[in-house]
T-cell receptor, first 115, second 119 residues
Framework: SQTIHQWPATLVQPVGSPLSLECTVE??????LYWYRQAAGRGLQLLFY??????ISSEVPQNLSASRPQDRQFILSSKKLLLSDSGFYLC??????????????FGPGTRLTVT | AQKVTQAQTEISVVEKEDVTLDCVYETRDTTYYLFWYKQPPSGELVFLIR??????QNEISGRYSWNFQKSTSSFNFTITASQVVDSAVYFCALSEAGDYGGATNKLIFGTGTLLAVQP
């Protein structure tokens, strides 16, 4: 069966520091991968998605970037964190063979607090 | 533009009561997909159901049931005989019809409904 991991689970970082959040998926090949942010107020915002190694699409211009160095690894980064980057970051995967019908499966999330 | 509205911000019920969570969507696509997710206090989103736009049959799974009505663009979720473990934030989502096999079928989420079930 497929599992999705995220780490760290929680993170407290000062403004201006770098960021690296990691997401890995097991039990599937060539998944579609997604990064979401959930700020206070519960709305989920899609940040990036990827259909393959090195292929990243950005949804909103911001202080963050994403990379996919391996098939089942998705990394969210920042060179300098802002206070507004605080939130709950969720990684998700989808079976690429499911096409447009497929549901996304989410990881446990990383809670980031920028101080 | 696609949009999902969950007008109920918070709902509080007493255990064993039935509760319905409302979801209204907007889309120009003729083919689309609707989803419900549950987010318990731990934070992970749990997939509950997917519904295709061409299938208006209601669905029941244990204490959960879903009512899809294209005429009113609604996809409501009912929990029968609620339990404390049902306490969570529930999200309704809409998937754009993108290219087959691609990641362009992004999920557009509503703002969620916080359900609190009191013992």
């Amino acid at each position: 069966s497929q599992t999705i991991h995220q780490w760290p689970a929680t993170l407290v970082q000062p403004v201006g520091s770098p960021l690296s959040l990691e997401c890995t998926v097991e039990g599937t090949s060539n998944p579609n991968l997604y990064w979401y942010r959930q700020a206070a107020g519960r709305g989920l915002q899609l940040l990036f998605y990827s259909v393959g190694i090195g292929q990243i699409s950005s949804e909103v211009p911001q202080n963050l970037s994403a990379s996919r160095p391996q098939d089942r690894q998705f990394i969210l980064s920042s060179k300098k964190l802002l206070l507004s980057d605080s939130g709950f970051y969720l990684c998700a995967w989808k079976d690429w063979t499911s096409g447009r019908t497929g549901e996304q499966y989410f990881g446990p999330g990383t809670r980031l607090t920028v101080t | 533009a696609q949009k999902v509205t969950q007008a109920q911000t918070e709902i509080s019920v007493v255990e064993k009561e039935d509760v319905t969570l409302d979801c209204v969507y907007e889309t120009r696509d003729t083919t689309y997909y609707l989803f419900w997710y549950k987010q318990p206090p731990s934070g992970e989103l749990v997939f509950l159901i997917r519904r295709n736009s061409f299938d208006e049959q209601n669905e029941i799974s244990g204490r959960y049931s879903w009512n899809f009505q294209k005429s009113t663009s609604s996809f409501n979720f009912t929990i029968t005989a609620s339990q404390v473990v049902d306490s969570a934030v529930y999200f309704c989502a809409l998937s754009e019809a993108g290219d087959y096999g691609g990641a362009t079928n992004k999920l557009i989420f509503g703002t969620g409904t916080l359900l609190a079930v009191q013992p």
